[in-house]
């Protein structure tokens, strides 16, 4: 054991001698065989010793280059194995040491020279994509089945990490980096940047900072890395950063503990809603919903219409704003502080004496009696509804009659019978600024949310929810 030789696996970097560590140029020198693909010598002709055997070979020999390794180094050589990038990431470290287990090499000595990968190259011409967490996808499926690999790409748009792309495309693989796109525009905005770097810290070096929307497709090979932000990235001309979140630190002062709660959770669920490039007008009173529910599927059941979060703000804030609620749950859901600051009457029916008889004399529930008699009162208040689909639908019959005109309506009541239908009935009503929970789902808790996004419409530029907690 003690005569056999040495296999040192190098990696070289990305190419450029200068970001090549001592560590390697010195094994590199002092190699007596230095075996590789041959693309990759021309990155070490000016540091090896004149005696060297350079041994090269073709693409796709990557365990008939890592035997004849094992060869010489049994015939008591110092044998290099080079790499490009780090050795350990897509390169030969792993064959080598797997090879020196399973063909039973394990008494030659194995070494493994860390070098700077092509994806960190690549990050730092880009100026800061992978100040977070991270991973690297190899889209080639010569060794790893592309069920497997799709797999993998769907858990990092999931995990929302930043991640770069190995072997986006070859003349025989055309379609996978499009199917990539593809699987990560269900979890991430068109907008999230996209680095692309070809020929990294070599002469040929090109870059061009996109998005998941804007790939050029074309201009991509087995060259380049991809390196893609998570939803917090953004980009700066030709640079990307991913925030590591120091600023995020940087909150409004002397704000109390349930409300610096709620803003952190309001920057959570901004992160992992599938499409955060909306208007702020969806955008604020959708992040109370999820915050009210811990249900995501609100991104795809809640309309609003254009401007109501403003419209209603504004007449929330004018001293005689007036709330009709169809329940009293709804009434206690919106938030004491804000109405009593504001001077917002808000008033549910259902206890008024009126209510009971008027029901019994026309053989409608309570709540439709409650909404009859309260649009007679306040025509022209908010009208919102958690609860009941019928008394959802007793509105929508008065609008349609004339009788009543809303600054607003709140629908959102749950449940299965006549539910969808009353808001189907809502919506069809374009003269009337709106909010529907459309579906089966609803509740008061999320009628009395939508209510508190436009009392406190004023903080969604800020991002400070709970003003008034």
């Given at each position: 054991?003690?005569?056999?030789?040495?296999?040192?696996?190098?990696?070289?970097?990305?190419?450029?001698?200068?970001?090549?560590?001592?560590?390697?140029?010195?094994?590199?020198?002092?190699?007596?065989?230095?075996?590789?693909?041959?693309?990759?010598?021309?990155?070490?002709?000016?540091?090896?010793?004149?005696?060297?055997?350079?041994?090269?070979?073709?693409?796709?020999?990557?365990?008939?280059?890592?035997?004849?390794?094992?060869?010489?180094?049994?015939?008591?050589?110092?044998?290099?194995?080079?790499?490009?990038?780090?050795?350990?990431?897509?390169?030969?470290?792993?064959?080598?040491?797997?090879?020196?287990?399973?063909?039973?090499?394990?008494?030659?000595?194995?070494?493994?020279?860390?070098?700077?990968?092509?994806?960190?190259?690549?990050?730092?011409?880009?100026?800061?994509?992978?100040?977070?967490?991270?991973?690297?996808?190899?889209?080639?499926?010569?060794?790893?089945?592309?069920?497997?690999?799709?797999?993998?790409?769907?858990?990092?748009?999931?995990?929302?990490?930043?991640?770069?792309?190995?072997?986006?495309?070859?003349?025989?693989?055309?379609?996978?980096?499009?199917?990539?796109?593809?699987?990560?525009?269900?979890?991430?905005?068109?907008?999230?940047?996209?680095?692309?770097?070809?020929?990294?810290?070599?002469?040929?070096?090109?870059?061009?900072?996109?998005?998941?929307?804007?790939?050029?497709?074309?201009?991509?090979?087995?060259?380049?890395?991809?390196?893609?932000?998570?939803?917090?990235s953004y980009s700066v001309g030709n640079k990307i950063i991913t925030p590591r979140g120091y600023y995020n630190q940087e909150e409004a002062?002397?704000?109390?503990?349930?409300?610096?709660?709620?803003?952190?959770?309001?920057?959570?669920?901004?992160?992992?809603?599938?499409?955060?490039?909306?208007?702020?007008?969806?955008?604020?009173?959708?992040?109370?919903?999820?915050?009210?529910?811990?249900?995501?599927?609100?991104?795809?059941?809640?309309?609003?219409?254009?401007?109501?979060?403003?419209?209603?703000?504004?007449?929330?804030?004018?001293?005689?704003?007036?709330?009709?609620?169809?329940?009293?749950?709804?009434?206690?859901?919106?938030?004491?502080?804000?109405?009593?600051?504001?001077?917002?009457?808000?008033?549910?029916?259902?206890?008024?004496?009126?209510?009971?008889?008027?029901?019994?004399?026309?053989?409608?529930?309570?709540?439709?009696?409650?909404?009859?008699?309260?649009?007679?009162?306040?025509?022209?208040?908010?009208?919102?509804?958690?609860?009941?689909?019928?008394?959802?639908?007793?509105?929508?019959?008065?609008?349609?009659?004339?009788?009543?005109?809303?600054?607003?309506?709140?629908?959102?009541?749950?449940?299965?019978?006549?539910?969808?239908?009353?808001?189907?009935?809502?919506?069809?009503?374009?003269?009337?600024?709106?909010?529907?929970?459309?579906?089966?789902?609803?509740?008061?808790?999320?009628?009395?949310?939508?209510?508190?996004?436009?009392?406190?419409?004023?903080?969604?530029?800020?991002?400070?929810?709970?003003?008034?907690?």
């Amino acid at each position: 054991m003690a005569g056999l030789g040495k296999i040192t696996v190098v990696g070289l970097g990305p190419g450029d001698l200068s970001m090549m560590t001592h560590q390697a140029i010195d094994a590199i020198k002092n190699a007596e065989v230095i075996v590789g693909y041959k693309y990759y010598f021309q990155f070490v002709k000016s540091i090896t010793n004149e005696n060297v055997l350079c041994v090269d070979t073709g693409m796709k020999k990557e365990r008939e280059r890592a035997r004849i390794a094992f060869e010489y180094a049994h015939d008591r050589k110092r044998v290099v194995v080079i790499s490009s990038g780090d050795s350990g990431i897509y390169g030969m470290a792993p064959l080598i040491e797997e090879m020196a287990v399973k063909d039973h090499n394990s008494e030659v000595a194995v070494e493994i020279v860390p070098g700077i990968s092509a994806f960190q190259a690549a990050a730092a011409v880009l100026g800061a994509p992978i100040g977070h967490d991270l991973c690297t996808i190899s889209l080639s499926d010569l060794l790893t089945p592309w069920p497997l690999i799709e797999r993998r790409i769907e858990a990092a748009a999931i995990g929302d990490f930043v991640t770069s792309i190995y072997n986006p495309k070859s003349k025989g693989r055309y379609w996978q980096l499009k199917r990539f796109v593809e699987i990560y525009k269900k979890h991430r905005s068109g907008n999230t940047p996209v680095g692309v770097v070809r020929q990294v810290a070599r002469e040929e070096q090109s870059v061009t900072v996109c998005t998941l929307d804007t790939i050029d497709f074309d201009s991509i090979d087995m060259f380049t890395i991809l390196v893609v932000g998570n939803s917090q990235s953004y980009s700066v001309g030709n640079k990307i950063i991913t925030p590591r979140g120091y600023y995020n630190q940087e909150e409004a002062p002397s704000v109390g503990v349930g409300q610096s709660i709620m803003i952190k959770s309001f920057k959570q669920i901004k992160s992992e809603l599938k499409n955060p490039d909306i208007s702020l007008n969806r955008m604020w009173p959708l992040l109370h919903l999820v915050h009210t529910s811990a249900d995501f599927d609100m991104e795809n059941i809640f309309y609003c219409d254009e401007h109501v979060m403003e419209n209603w703000h504004k007449y929330l804030h004018s001293g005689s704003a007036v709330v009709i609620t169809d329940v009293t749950m709804v009434k206690s859901g919106i938030r004491k502080a804000a109405i009593e600051r504001l001077g917002v009457q808000v008033k549910c029916y259902l206890s008024d004496e009126r209510t009971a008889a008027l029901a019994k004399e026309k053989g409608i529930t309570r709540t439709q009696a409650g909404i009859r008699l309260a649009s007679e009162d306040h025509p022209n208040a908010i009208y919102a509804f958690g609860n009941a689909p019928t008394a959802l639908i007793e509105l929508t019959e008065l609008i349609r009659k004339g009788k009543v005109s809303p600054t607003g309506v709140v629908a959102a009541p749950v449940g299965f019978v006549n539910v969808v239908e009353s808001k189907h009935r809502m919506k069809s009503f374009d003269g009337v600024d709106k909010c529907v929970v459309e579906g089966r789902k609803g509740g008061s808790s999320l009628a009395a949310t939508i209510l508190n996004a436009a009392l406190s419409y004023d903080d969604a530029v800020q991002m400070l929810p709970g003003r008034d907690l």
